[in-house]
């Protein structure tokens, strides 16, 4: 795995997209404080800059050097938490522009898998995280059902095996700064 980690690393410091394995189902991701990487995703998916991307971090120190306001509710959500889960976040700092919602508010998640957890300390920044499908068509289970069409045109497929058991997207919940709690999927 550390050899994967480190080609994996490389793509990213490049600014290329990465096919890979997250703690839900497989994911495009990509530096999520790179413009220009994100925009490729956003061209290989298909989809509208409008519509934001989830992106991933290591823990919650690099959580609260990228989100500016914390609501404290969101360390009980992330503490309490037994299966994936994504917050959203208001005002998020230091993360490139097309990632940020309109609202300026950004999904952020702590993914509970090996590979994700010492790719992004390796890395030192949050990491892309969005379903490996062309904006609207179902999201692949497994790495067998992603398309050729997003195979061919992603610049690196991680090498490891997929060994996930349970393949669902994470739950979502919008925490706002004055207080309001929204679930968005569950």
Not at 13 to 30: R, S
Not at 127 to 143: D, W
């Amino acid at each position: 795995m550390t050899e994967e980690i480190q080609k994996t690393f490389d793509q990213l410091q490049l600014g290329n997209t990465i096919l890979y394995p997250t703690d839900t189902v497989w994911g495009l991701g990509c530096d999520a404080t790179n413009p220009e990487a994100v925009a490729k995703i956003y061209d290989l998916k298909k989809r509208e800059e409008s519509k934001a991307l989830i992106c991933l971090v290591s823990d919650i120190r690099m959580l609260e050097r990228f989100v500016e306001n914390i609501p404290e509710v969101a360390y009980d959500l992330i503490e309490a938490a037994d299966r994936p889960t994504t917050i959203i976040y208001d005002h998020p700092v230091g993360i490139a522009k097309n990632l940020v919602a309109a609202d300026n508010t950004l999904a952020i998640r702590i993914p509970d898998d090996e590979f994700c957890q010492k790719l992004i300390r390796k890395f030192k920044r949050p990491i892309v995280s969005t379903s490996a499908n062309i904006s609207g068509e179902p999201t692949p289970k497994h790495f067998d059902e992603i398309s050729d069409d997003i195979k061919n045109n992603v610049d690196y497929i991680v090498n490891i095996k997929d060994t996930k058991k349970t393949v669902k997207p994470s739950t979502i919940i919008q925490l706002r700064s004055n207080g309001e709690i929204k679930i968005i999927r569950s």
